[in-house]
């Protein structure tokens, strides 16, 4: 069991898997670029934030439910739950449904999302959670994910690995592969182009500007 201090938040998930880098960079070093990608998120996800909730007498929508599991030290939100109650008012079943700006992604990446999501569901509902549901914007449809054996055994390999990069607080280096830095909210700070000889001053430079950074917060 994991204490309350010691909780990764679930978002780390999908930076991780998208780049190992990208993960360091934010919730290590904590550095954060917006891009248009990461705002049009970011907009979406306020826009949830204040949709409205439906409530019929066993069932009920929880709009950014506050989600934790100490089980597999986890903590965030989900962006809707449906939970379904049984006749006696008890949890029959619950589903996790994700917004997502864009389209459905070969990737794992919202995918490992919504399974955490459904760890910690899972934990405090007790109960088991078959499926969850991901809503691309530009689909303007629910697309349905099973939460199988295959895909819970991924979510628990990438949060160990976030801990292990945690404990040794060590940045990877930079690689550049177009298809994902091209895309990448942190492209001008991590400049891959320059990885190899030119990886270290980059980290260098990151480091002094997080720094500068932070004393000028702390004045
Ligand atoms: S620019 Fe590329 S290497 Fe750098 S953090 Fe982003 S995805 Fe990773």
Request: some cysteine; hydrophobic content about 35%.
């Amino acid at each position: 069991m994991y204490s309350e201090d010691d909780l990764i938040p679930l978002s780390s998930l999908q930076h991780i898997l998208f780049c190992e880098r990208q993960y360091a960079l934010i919730h290590i070093e904590q550095v954060w670029e917006e891009n248009l990608f990461t705002a049009e998120g970011r907009v979406l996800h306020e826009r949830v934030d204040v949709e409205h909730r439906e409530s019929r007498r066993l069932f009920r929508q929880e709009y950014s439910m506050a989600v934790r599991s100490l089980n597999y030290g986890l903590i965030g939100k989900c962006d809707l739950v449906e939970i379904y109650l049984a006749p006696g008012g008890t949890v029959a079943e619950a589903v996790p449904v994700e917004f997502k700006r864009g389209r459905n992604k070969e990737e794992d990446v919202d995918r490992v999302q919504l399974c955490a999501q459904a760890l910690c569901l899972e934990e405090m509902l007790n109960i088991t959670i078959g499926t969850g549901q991901l809503y691309y914007l530009q689909e303007h449809r629910r697309t349905t994910v099973n939460l199988d054996g295959a895909l819970r055994a991924k979510t628990v390999e990438l949060i160990a690995r976030i801990r292990q990069l945690q404990s040794s607080g060590i940045t990877p280096s930079a690689e550049y592969q177009k298809r994902r830095c091209d895309r990448c909210s942190l492209l001008e700070v991590c400049m891959p182009k320059s990885a190899g000889s030119g990886g270290k001053e980059v980290d260098r430079f990151i480091r002094s500007q997080v720094s500068a950074a932070r004393e000028d917060l702390d004045q």
